[in-house]
């Protein structure tokens, strides 16, 4: 009886740590999964004659369903780029210094009352901020001189404002992860509060803080609906050689917002539905080299 | 994206619906329902429906399942075998129609239902009332000379002199058929218009833009916004957008609007299609903004 229980435990025992290996497996194979797929869909393009990687990534001409077709996603790689950087632009700082906030100066109450409030702008849906910025910011950028209101602006103070939240959140939990003895240290030689936050806890919360501008990264790449609708969705190069080399007010496309957006209607498995999948095959290393980026850099900073 | 979500469930859950009825009350020759599968075309959904719930009146033992997804969703059904009626706004590619060929050994047959009658549209406060063919060509055409509301003696809406082009995503059935037509030959869609992901939100952003100009069925019109006379050449006579003037071929930008279907249609499809082509399937069209098909 002993006996047949301790065996029937390291049965159970056994099953319960491949459940959990399993588990933990399955978001690598899931990952490898669909990078295989999306690749497999596009394949029989990129390997094609009258088709060359260097023209994708270059080339100004996007014209998909003309005869000859052109490939060219580099004004849409642009697009991106530029909407998500100046989403950063305007998303980092306001993130950083709200989490500072809340973390170590303001009081216990007003410190619940905003962590719920910033929860709730985490959970409003893509589509209403999409909506957000096609009827309500589009208003107030038409009066900066753009024609639509959509533009590299719009996206990006929306995107700006669907990012924070996580930004925000996981930098305030970098900077709670901070030991308490380092403040009670900085405190006790005399520093003031800034000195402290500035010279003490974003050091120690480095790590964190990187994580989480990171991530906010990632949606920012991400994001779909908003994006189209409040980007104005069209083939244009936000820089050019005359002052100020970039124009927040040029109306762009986006890699998410085009494949969205073309999906729908094309020929099945012909050249435009692989080119598409090309896109996300771009989309996807875009974010891995993100990812990687920060792995190594995270890394560097332990070394020290 | 989330309406393409919205539409991929509703075919997902309308073809579940559908083999479910199937089991149940299909069975093996007993007669008793009959399904037709009729999927494709967005810009056809409404019409579609409309001529399949007028259709179960008539015949309850026929069920029409209609869902949307897209042209090019509808002819990849044809080329599978899960579909039996395509719905296009758009006629079918020579690679498509290769593969439909390959896959099972026949060609498809087409058949035009009505005609959609684009309407160029603009601002309601815009002093223009017509407008050329090529001069929309040189509008929305690559290399195109027309940029600005001056060039056509037009003052600038609100101070804002240059024209902001309204197009669609370059494989809807609206931009493909806008394209063949008014764009010259061999050239393509100046970049940097502002490519909109359905009828709708064309007319809608028209409505909000002083200084826009945009293509989408006449069917879209609202209040807010102006249809223009078309004239297919410059000294020739402008007409506007009507079934008139449509089926007299006089309004230069309408396109057929069609169904497909893998060799020559079976007997209950085919009287399907015919009941859609009589002149009570033709009242239909009419009542959801379309323009009847030419009679034969």
New interface residues.
């Given amino acids: 009886m002993e006996l047949q229980r301790t065996k029937w435990k390291a049965f159970y025992e056994g099953l319960i740590e491949w459940i959990i290996r399993i588990c933990g497996i399955s978001a690598v194979i899931f990952v490898f999964a669909i990078f295989i797929f999306v690749f497999w869909e596009g394949k029989g393009l990129l390997f094609s004659e009258n088709f060359s990687v260097w023209e994708l990534l270059t080339s100004e001409k996007w014209d998909p369903t003309h005869e000859p077709a052109s490939f060219g996603a580099a004004r849409i790689i642009l697009g991106t780029f530029s909407v998500a950087i100046l989403a950063m632009t305007i998303a980092v700082p306001f993130s950083l210094g709200g989490a500072i906030f809340i973390s170590e100066f303001c009081g216990t109450r007003l410190k619940e009352i905003l962590k719920v409030v910033i929860e709730l702008l985490a959970a409003i849906p893509s589509v209403v901020w999409g909506f957000i910025g096609l009827t309500i910011m589009s208003i107030l950028i038409r009066d900066l001189g753009s024609t639509t209101g959509l533009s590299v602006l719009n996206g990006a103070i929306i995107l700006a404002l669907m990012s924070m939240p996580i930004i925000l959140s996981i930098s305030e939990d970098a900077l709670n992860a901070v030991p308490d003895s380092y403040r009670e240290a900085a405190i006790g030689l005399g520093v003031t509060r800034w000195q402290m936050v500035y010279r003490v806890l974003l050091p120690g919360a480095k790590k964190g803080l990187l994580a989480a501008v990171l991530l906010g990264m990632g949606r920012v790449v991400g994001e779909t609906m908003a994006v189209l609708m409040a980007t104005g969705h069209a083939l244009n190069n936000p820089f050019d050689s005359t002052f100020p080399f970039f124009h927040a007010l040029t109306e762009v496309k986006t890699l998410t917002a085009t494949i969205a957006s073309e999906m729908g209607e094309v020929e099945r498995g012909g050249d435009h539905w692989q080119v598409l999948f090309l896109i996300g095959v771009l989309l996807f290393t875009i974010t891995f080299i993100v990812n990687m980026t920060a792995h190594f850099v995270v890394h560097g900073v332990k070394r020290k | 994206?989330?309406s393409?979500k919205i539409k991929g469930l509703t075919a997902i859950v309308s073809g579940l619906l559908v083999i479910g009825c199937g089991k149940r009350d299909g069975g093996e020759g007993d007669g008793q329902t009959t399904n037709i599968q009729n999927k494709g075309?967005?810009t056809m959904l409404q019409l579609a429906q409309a001529w399949s719930e007028m259709y179960a009146k008539k015949n309850p033992d026929v069920r029409v399942a209609v869902s949307g997804?897209?042209?090019?969703?509808g002819?990849?059904g044809i080329?599978n075998g899960v579909v039996d009626i395509a719905n296009c706004s758009r006629a079918m590619?020579p690679?498509?129609a290769e593969?439909a060929k390959e896959a099972h050994g026949v060609e498809a047959s087409q058949f035009i239902m009505g005609l959609d009658c684009l309407a160029v549209y603009v601002h309601k406060d815009n002093p223009l009332e017509k407008i050329t063919i090529e001069q929309l060509g040189q509008i929305f055409g690559e290399d195109g000379t027309i940029t600005k509301w001056s060039q056509l003696g037009v003052d600038p809406p609100e101070g804002?002199d240059?024209i902001?082009r309204l197009s669609r995503?370059?494989?809807?059935?609206t931009?493909?058929y806008f394209?063949e037509t008014v764009i010259p030959e061999g050239k393509?869609?100046k970049?940097?218009?502002?490519?909109?992901?359905g009828s709708k939100e064309v007319v809608e952003?028209t409505a909000?833009?002083p200084?826009?100009i945009g293509y989408s069925g006449m069917g879209y019109a609202t209040d807010e916004v102006k249809m223009l006379l078309v004239a297919k050449k410059d000294g020739e006579k402008a007409f506007a957008p009507n079934n008139e003037n449509a089926l007299s071929g006089d309004y230069p930008i309408a396109r057929p609007l069609f169904m497909y279907t893998l060799g020559k249609p079976k007997p209950h499809v085919k009287a399907y299609l015919d009941w859609c082509l009589s002149p009570e399937g033709q009242k239909v069209v009419e009542a959801t903004g379309y323009v009847p098909a030419p009679k034969k």
């Fill in positions: 994206m989330n393409i075309s967005d997804g897209g042209s090019g969703t002819i990849a080329i590619k690679g498509e593969k804002k240059e902001v995503q370059s494989n809807s059935g931009y493909v394209k393509s869609f970049p940097g218009s502002l490519d909109m992901h952003l909000k833009t200084g826009a």
